[in-house]
């Protein structure tokens, strides 16, 4: 299989404690996206990637939140001191080189439960 | 700034029947406008993508429009069946930036 991989599926974990999550995006895709999304609510931006380097960062992304792709293929995002609100599903996505009309190709997304 | 609004938030239509939903924007500097496909607990499924200078795209029995200049795009759903099920989303690309604006949903049920 070829598309978006996304690890772990779920996450609970307590209030402050750190998680990471790991996107590996379609092989030859430069770009990669996180979104974050809630129930009954589209996906929100979180952070753009094409090759290694980090070209948008949403004001929504605190100083809690990092993400990194040191060699431009697989992805993570930390999330440091977790708060419940920031349960949600995290995901991830992957396009090829070219405009920015291309389709973008979603994983099933990181489910995080903060108790 | 841009705002995507999805209208009506949930529709439970008979099986067979055409629908349509829709997905208004406010800013009609657009570069695309796509359309996806959302089952419970699952990530996103592409469906459509429409470049701003196009009016319409098709797959099998879907078909979606773009009107920039009211800031509105339908999709058009033929002959449904229950394995159309799912919440449907809308998104816009505003200019060179990669970001996509998201519609909140509306989430289609379909009866056997």
């Known amino acids: 299989d070829t598309g978006v991989s996304q690890d772990p599926r779920h996450k609970i974990t307590k209030r402050g404690q750190n998680v990471t999550f790991r996107c590996d995006p379609i092989s030859e895709h430069n770009r990669l996206y996180w979104y974050r999304q809630t129930l009954g609510q589209g996906p929100e931006f979180l952070t753009y990637?094409?090759?290694?380097?980090?070209?948008?960062k949403s004001r929504l992304l605190s100083d809690r939140f990092s993400a990194e792709r040191p060699k431009g293929s697989f992805s993570t995002l930390e999330i440091q001191r977790t708060e419940q609100g920031d349960s949600a599903m995290y995901l991830c996505?992957?396009?090829?080189?070219?405009?920015?009309?291309?389709?973008?190709?979603f994983g099933e997304g990181s489910w995080l439960t903060v108790v | 700034k841009q705002e995507v609004t999805q209208i009506p938030a949930a529709l439970s239509v008979p099986e067979g029947e055409n629908l349509v939903l829709n997905c208004s924007f406010t800013d009609s500097a657009i570069y695309n406008l796509q359309w996806f496909r959302q089952d419970p607990g699952k990530g996103l499924t592409s469906l459509l993508l429409?470049?701003?200078s196009q009016r319409e795209q098709t797959s099998g029995r879907l078909n979606a429009s773009l009107d920039k200049s009211s800031g509105r795009s339908t999709l058009y759903i033929a002959a449904s069946q229950p394995g159309d099920s799912a919440t449907y989303l809308c998104?816009?690309?505003?200019?060179?930036?990669?970001?996509?604006?998201w519609g909140a949903g509306t989430k289609l049920i379909i009866k056997p």
């Open positions: 998104a816009v690309r505003a200019g060179s930036n990669y970001q996509l604006i």
């Open positions: 429409i470049q701003s």
């Open positions: 990637f094409q090759n290694e380097a980090q070209l948008e």
């Open positions: 996505a992957s396009s090829p080189p070219g405009p920015p009309g291309n389709t973008i190709y």
